[in-house]
């Protein structure tokens, strides 16, 4: 009892005392506080300013790494490029070298009367030619996403990353000599060439070549990519003035649809594709229309070329009134029996979507562009061939211009 009363008489004699010396403690224990902790302020400060220069460090540091990556890329693509045209160099040095021994064994046997003047003499003519292609034959870089090749038809921009494409005109100077030797044969000055898959435009300019650039083109590219490619390469080649390129993809109704990618930019197709693409994407949104409606003005067409991996008949279908009013229009048209099989159609319906306009047609020699007559049975032993539809008698019609 004594203890509990003592308690609280202590307690109350504290509480009193801490009201009084309040007033006075408080600033005397701040200061206290403030004097032993100021060290260790100045301490944490010190080590956050060493941890802000070391922050600020790394940053240049890592910038400076970023650089020195950026440069080393840069120079492995140098090396890759030098590498490149070396490789490039030496295939025409050995190609070079081979058609020189094939002109000196020719020229050994025409001396010693092995073989007559007849004969030496056109193959002497095809090698100088196959030598000059070989030494005409450039290919430069236009930056990580261009290069510039020099065609048959003229210099050309084609996607750097279209190796199968970048690969056939380099060995070759172009994909189809044979029909781009018959467009030239085709149209003349003042002529209309309609081009439907014109892709980067190699017959595009051919045609425009052999209009001397006085006439008008019509090209159709779909893929955005390659069309921009078309469009610069026109522009290159000086004939942009006589063209008008569309986006559209033409098919037998106006509709939004689906591009698939194929493994070239030749290869894009409305249908699906066996092949992978070569860009990321395997497809991409467009927009199709009739050729019908797309030319809602009459236009007097010379040549029609429809190269659509698989949508041909559709684009026929779509194009009837225009192949009904030009009785003097050529259509080649590309014929793979790859994409019969793969859109279930057979090759006699293929054909009969053309014969019923009153179409005959004849298979362009890839090579030569000259005509032949095959058969039925013939067109389903080969794997892709172009052909030339036409009214029966237009050809003659045309031949006998030509004489006169």
């Keep these: 009892m004594i203890r509990h009363h003592l308690k609280r008489i202590l307690r109350r004699l504290a509480r009193d005392t801490y009201r009084v010396a309040r007033p006075f403690a408080r600033p005397v224990l701040f200061r206290l506080r403030e004097y032993f902790s100021s060290g260790i302020r100045h301490e944490m400060l010190s080590e956050f300013a060493k941890l802000q220069v070391q922050h600020s460090s790394s940053s240049i540091s890592q910038e400076m790494l970023t650089e020195l990556v950026k440069l080393q890329e840069q120079q492995l693509e140098l090396q890759a490029e030098q590498q490149e045209y070396k490789a490039q160099v030496m295939q025409k040095l050995q190609r070079l070298t081979h058609l020189a021994n094939a002109q000196s064994s020719l020229l050994q046997k025409f001396l010693s009367n092995q073989l007559s003047q007849e004969k030496a003499g056109p193959q002497l003519d095809r090698i100088e030619q196959y030598a000059l292609l070989d030494v005409n034959r450039v290919a430069i870089s236009s930056g990580p996403e261009e290069t510039l090749v020099k065609t048959t038809v003229g210099y050309v921009l084609c996607d750097a990353k279209d190796h199968a494409l970048l690969a056939n005109l380099m060995e070759a100077g172009e994909l189809e000599p044979g029909t781009r030797k018959l467009i030239e044969r085709l149209v003349q000055p003042g002529d209309v060439f309609v081009d439907i898959g014109a892709n980067i435009g190699l017959h595009t300019i051919a045609a425009a070549r052999a209009m001397s650039g006085k006439g008008r ?70 927009s199709t229309i009739t050729l019908d409606e797309f030319l809602a003005d009459p236009l007097q067409i010379k040549l029609l070329k429809i190269d659509a991996e698989g949508a041909e008949i559709d684009i026929v279908k779509g194009a009837r009134q225009t192949i009904l009013a030009n009785p003097q229009m050529f259509m080649i ?72």
């Design 217 to 286: 083109i019509i090209a159709f590219e779909p893929f955005e990519p390659t069309r921009k490619l078309l469009e610069r390469n026109l522009w290159l080649n000086g004939f942009s003035d006589i063209s008008q390129i569309s986006h559209y993809a033409l098919s037998d109704s106006k509709r939004v649809d689906t591009l698939h990618l194929g493994a070239t930019s030749g290869h894009h197709s409305l249908y699906e594709l066996d092949t992978p693409s070569f860009t990321p994407n395997s497809s991409v949104e467009i």
């Design 333 to 404: 048209v590309e014929l793979g029996l790859a994409h019969l099989k793969r859109n279930s159609i057979a090759l006699k319906d293929w054909i009969e979507h053309f014969t019923s306009l009153d179409l005959v047609f004849s298979v362009i020699n890839e090579q030569t562009g000259e005509l032949e007559d095959w058969s039925i049975e013939q067109l389903a032993n080969t794997e892709s061939v172009n052909l030339l539809f036409h009214r029966p008698n237009e050809l003659k019609s045309e031949d006998a211009t030509d004489a006169a």
